[in-house]
């Protein structure tokens, strides 16, 4: 009989050793970290062990590491994935207590039906909102038919956050119980920063789903190349760490989960999967309701196979008795399945319902306080390209993101069709949205849902570079070195200019701002392509202007038929539409203006061309013995009007047909009699020619203007 060697077992002792021991840190260090989150009290601090949060975090990433050293090949992968996770989600804790993570803006909305709830048992939130601090809203306040207050949102936020609220309620009794001031009515802070935990969750959550659904189609290191450079390069990092009491980290996971399942079950889909599929679909659409769009994946899908088989049982004469028979057992397959997702879709949904049935009067309700939606006039160039919050412009990874999904649907239609159709009713809606930009929001917070399957494209993206790089490198070499070159021809601009002194100590970061500002005035922003280029070409500008020209355009909100240029408030807005000949921005009380001489222009930006009402606050430049001034006003080389301009501040108005409008920059031109300098007329020093200060400019729509 063979004995074993006692030896042999101290390698896997070691092993197991370090893998409990990097684990005891790592979950060591993030509870360390949540209980200053919802406690606010330091676990290692009680212990007597004082450590900052970046060192926690430290312990952190000892820990992981010590956990990948020591787990067994066999093991490995899963105990990698588990302490990645947890690594990123501690991270995300730090990032959440460094950048004061609250209950803030529209999450206040959301957490209201938790708290009322939860305490109250009910959706009336009058009480609610007042707890919360939103007694100043008297919107808010006003009676519904069933004399509820008012609501906008969703439901589906306080369903996934109840668990971490459960616990925010136990910490917070914990702490009530030892005598301090904290209340347990679920407005405390335990209640409100377990939200942001739970934020925090959804969104490394729907993450991990998203590198999973894009490891189906490329190699794991890429997917999770992918899948850092979407969480990390796009908006959604900011609705983790920063606001993560909105809606956009739940409802990423959400859909994530939704598509991941749906990928995987396309081929062959089981009663229990359309069944998963369905409740997914519910939960969704209650967290943020435009989720119900990507139910168009399996209807996509559905109809797909229906037009194949029956294509396919028609195709052979012979086989066509046998065909029908299976194209009919499939079909009642499909209707069966899709019977069961629309059931259990309902029935997720359901809590949303029976809310606006206590809210309105009805299960299915549309709040007064929502944003209108113009399905006729959807803004999708904006959407994607403008400066103000366009989904490529401010996200560039989405943008090499959308370029591989198109790349991906080439390569497999069966998953990239469906969702490039899906994409693109996600864009449509959105910009149907009256507040398209998202109001108050970092990126374009509202295509939460769409990054799964930019994470595909991205990771598709990441591989066909990879194997361009391998198979021609001088090319990347070359690239680099011009890059290079057009960075030295910046600082030579910059120097050209003035906005830097050579030969001078600099500061880099004025530097680096002057040479990013001169690139950008040469070439525009580049994942504003195409829509600043085609602009610039349409009216005479350069493609930077488009930044302010493009979405500032007046007149595109129903609600705002009107729009103001304020000169001399030193705005981005200001500089792009003003032309060179204005003087400094100077200020008359509460007025800004500038002065103008002779001759000065400004372009006004308008959606479409229509009947206006010109208003120019002015008044002229005045001295002893001035002749009267007058203004003549030429609108895209029209000539209106001859004005007198007196001395004091005045409003002249004029009406300007449509007729000499255009859709997009207008070119206006303030031509005055005459111009004097304060030291020709003996008031100063001042040699500036002046003929005029101007407050500002204002178009409105004329009443019945098409």
């Given amino acids: 009989m063979l004995m074993s060697d006692p030896g042999a077992t101290r390698p896997s002792a070691w092993r197991s050793s370090l893998t409990i021991a990097g684990g005891v840190l790592l979950i060591g260090a993030l509870a360390d970290l949540c209980g200053r989150e919802l406690a606010r009290r330091s676990l290692l601090a009680a212990l007597g062990v004082g450590m900052s949060e970046g060192r926690v975090l430290g312990l952190a990433l000892v820990g992981t590491t010590l956990v ?26 730090v990032a959440q207590l460094r950048l004061g993570a609250r209950l803030q803006s529209d999450g206040f909305y959301y957490y209201a039906y938790l708290r009322s709830i939860s305490f109250d048992r009910d959706v009336d939130f009058t009480n609610d909102y007042r707890l919360l601090g939103l007694g100043d809203k008297p919107y808010l306040f006003e009676p519904t038919v069933t004399g509820h207050a008012q609501s906008a949102w969703t439901i589906g936020p306080a369903i996934v956050w109840s668990p971490f609220f459960a616990v925010g309620h136990l910490v917070a009794r914990g702490l009530n119980a030892r005598g301090q001031p904290v209340s347990i009515d679920g407005t405390s802070f335990p209640y409100r920063q377990a939200v942001c935990l739970a934020g925090l969750f959804y969104g490394v959550l729907g993450l991990w789903w998203c590198g999973r659904l894009a490891s189906a189609y490329v190699r794991s290191p890429i997917a999770i190349l992918a899948t850092i450079g979407i969480g990390g390069g796009s908006f959604i990092l900011w609705y983790i760490v920063k606001e ?47 989720n119900a769009i990507f139910c168009l994946l399996p209807a996509i899908e559905i109809a797909t196979k229906i037009f194949r088989r029956k294509a396919e049982a028609t195709n052979t004469r012979t086989e066509a008795t046998t065909r029908a028979e299976d194209t009919k057992a499939s079909l009642r397959d499909t209707i069966v399945g899709d019977l069961i997702f629309a059931v259990a879709a309902l029935v997720a949904f359901l809590p949303q319902m029976l809310a606006w049935k206590a809210i309105y009067g009805s299960l299915v309700a549309i709040s007064p306080l929502g944003p209108q939606i113009r399905w006729t006039a959807p803004q999708i160039v904006d959407i994607l390209w403008s ?7 401010t996200s560039p990874v989405a943008y090499v993101a959308a370029l591989g999904l198109i790349a991906f649907a080439w390569r497999e239609p069966r998953i990239g069709v469906p969702a490039i159709a899906t994409f693109a009713a996600m864009v449509y809606f959105n910009a149907a949205l009256q507040d398209w930009w998202g109001s108050a929001a970092l990126g374009m917070r509202r295509f939460d849902g769409v990054l799964p399957f930019l994470t595909i494209g991205l990771a598709v993206a990441l591989d066909w570079t990879e194997r361009a790089i391998v198979r021609h490198p001088r090319v990347v070499l070359g690239s680099a070195l011009a890059g290079l070159v057009l960075w030295n021809l910046t600082f030579m601009s910059a120097a050209i200019l003035g906005e830097v002194r050579i030969g001078e100590a600099l500061s880099f970061r004025r530097l680096a701002g002057a040479q990013a500002a001169t690139l950008l005035s040469w070439t525009g922003h580049p994942f504003s392509y195409p829509a600043n280029l085609l602009y610039g070409l349409r009216h005479g500008v350069r493609p930077e202007r488009y930044d302010q020209l493009g979405p500032n355009r007046f007149l595109s909100d129903p609600l705002r038929p009107y729009g103001r240029i304020d000169i001399g408030e030193g705005s981005d807005f200001e500089a792009a539409v003003l032309g060179p000949d204005w003087h400094g921005a ?34 002229a430049f005045a001295y002893p013995g001035a002749p009267a001034q007058t203004l003549i006003l030429d609108i895209n080389g029209t000539r209106l009007g001859f004005f007198e301009v007196q001395p004091e501040w005045q409003v002249l108005e004029t009406t300007v047909s449509r007729a000499v409008w255009r859709a997009g920059a207008n070119r206006v031109t303030l031509r005055f009699a005459w111009q004097a300098s304060p030291a020709s007329v003996g008031l100063g020093g001042d040699p500036r020619s002046l003929s005029a200060a101007v407050d500002y400019f204002r178009v409105e729509k004329v009443v019945n203007s098409r």
């Fill in 244 to 290: 993560p009491t909105m809606t956009h980290a739940p409802s990423l996971a959400a859909v994530a989960g939704f598509c991941l399942l749906w990928a995987r079950t396309s081929q062959a889909r089981s009663r229990p999967a359309w069944l998963a599929l369905g409740l997914l679909a519910g939960l969704m659409t209650d967290i943020r309701w435009q």
């Fill in 586 to 619: 100077e200020r008359d009380g509460l007025s800004t203006f500038r002065w103008a001489p002779q001759e000065a222009g400004l372009d006004v930006p308008l959606d479409v061309a229509a009947d206006l009402a010109v208003r120019i606050r002015l008044k």
């Fill in 68 to 93: 990948l050293t020591g787990a067994r090949l066999r093991d490995r992968r899963r105990l990698a994935i588990a302490a990645l996770l947890t690594l990123a989600f501690t991270a995300g804790v």
């Fill in 387 to 393: 400066s103000r919050n366009g989904l490529f412009a």
